[in-house]
């Protein structure tokens, strides 16, 4: 009796350390978020382990590495932002929702495994090619909301990539179909859930934007080689009187950082206006921090203004201690504001400028303070050649006031 009762409460001990959770089998994924209109988002990605997968946009693989489970669930937090999903694991599908909880926002997601085709294609032999450039209107007719983009496609058979690029930054790395005359694209970068529907013509596009099941805005646009933005360099500006910015913001240890701490002192100063929630942020952070590390020795400074919708002061350092660790910043990411990210309030923190028209926004001082350049918006690596030219010209600039 004795010897029964020793070998079942060896038994109970060992059945204490594993693990029933259901897992997510391994593989390649089809995901779909409903957004307004019962409209469904579609997104790919690979389970390549039990912890770990690759989320899939045109060129783009995000890594997701944290990843866990509890009974027939599964929790999947998203690398850098706060986004997660949580979901009902049963055999070849998921069903459970995207949930952004400082924001009070929840997406119905569902996943199936073995499913690669984005987008259903009816029609295998599109009616027309939307590859090339497109001045695009986004909620045309409006008094308030309407803003200028340029739409730059690429397109392989029914297969089209691209983005729209707009004067605060570009709508990342979009993914879809032309199918017969119908465009659809897609982006979920843990962040965004973006779906963009449009009805096609050779030289027409007119459609509807969806970001998330909170907002949709119709948008028009024709083919042009010719159209362009409005310079990104001349948007913002030091109001008249002003030569210089100051501030003073605490740092993830709570020490208070001001530009006219000795570290800034005879350096040349990049001061970049984000939030940890802003996907054109993070890939201007990435592009910032590889620049930083390879030229911090010849006298720039970095330094980041974060301006977070976390609702209280110690989760938004947790957001920026979460995006310092993901991408490795080296330079200060200062908290200046928490609880909203509204233009309107981080005016108030800056009011030597004309306005913050967008996350992000780059201001750059020379060796004696001095306001040099105030750069709007990002175009980041989806935008291809813009991207590339935005490199060489960042770093030709910051050279010649080196050299100054």
């Known amino acids: ?79 850098v932002f706060e986004g997660h999903i949580d979901a009902k694991i049963t055999d070849s599908s998921l069903i459970g929702h995207f949930i952004k909880d400082d924001l009070n926002r929840i997406l119905p997601f569902k996943a199936e495994m073995n499913k690669k085709e984005r987008f ?23 008094d308030d909301d309407t803003y200028m983009a340029v739409g730059l496609f690429k397109q392989n058979g029914t297969k089209v990539t691209g983005t729209f690029r707009t004067e605060t930054g570009d709508y990342r790395y979009l993914e879809g179909v032309m199918d ?15 779906l963009f529907r449009a009805t096609v013509t050779d030289s027409t596009l007119e459609g509807t934007f969806y ?72 890939d201007e952070t990435k592009f910032y921090s590889e620049f930083y590390k390879n030229n911090k020795d010849k006298g720039v400074e970095f330094i980041a203004l974060a301006f977070e919708y976390a609702k209280t002061e110690d989760s938004a350092f947790k957001r920026i201690h979460k995006l310092v660790d993901d991408v490795g910043v080296e330079y200060p990411v200062l908290l200046a504001q928490y609880g909203t990210s509204d233009k309107l309030k981080a005016e108030e923190k800056l009011p030597m400028l004309n306005h913050i028209l967008s996350y992000p926004t780059t201001i750059i ?18 935008t291809g050649k813009k991207y590339m030219e935005f490199k060489d010209d960042f770093k030709r600039f910051i050279d010649e006031l080196l050299m100054e």
């Open 1 to 79: 009796m004795q010897k029964t009762i020793f070998f079942l409460f060896l038994m109970l001990c060992f059945s204490c350390n594993i693990d029933f959770s259901k897992k997510m089998q391994h593989g390649v994924w089809l995901a779909q978020m409903q957004v307004k209109d019962n409209e469904q988002l579609p997104f790919n990605f690979e389970v390549t382990s039990d912890s770990t997968l690759k989320i899939f946009n045109a060129d783009e693989v995000i890594q997701v590495n944290d990843i866990s489970y509890r009974n027939d669930s599964v929790f999947i937090k998203m690398p």
């Open 120 to 142: 259903k294609v009816k029609n295998k032999t599109p009616r027309f090619d939307v590859s090339g450039k497109w001045e695009t209107v986004f909620s045309p007719n409006t």
């Open 180 to 194: 017969g005359d119908q465009l659809k694209l897609s982006t979920f970068d843990g962040s965004h859930a973006f």
């Open 211 to 282: 970001s998330g099941n909170h907002w949709k805005e119709p948008f028009v646009a024709k083919r042009s080689n010719a159209f362009e933005l409005a310079n990104p360099d001349s948007l913002t500006f030091l109001k008249e009187g002003y030569d210089t910015i100051k501030f003073s913001f605490p740092d993830v240890s709570g020490h208070m950082v001001s530009l006219s701490d000795q570290q800034f002192k005879d350096k040349v100063v990049v001061v970049q206006i984000m939030g940890t929630w802003c996907p054109n942020c993070l």
């Open 365 to 382: 001082m020379d060796k004696k303070g001095n306001v040099r350049k105030i750069h709007t918006g990002f175009d980041g690596p989806a």
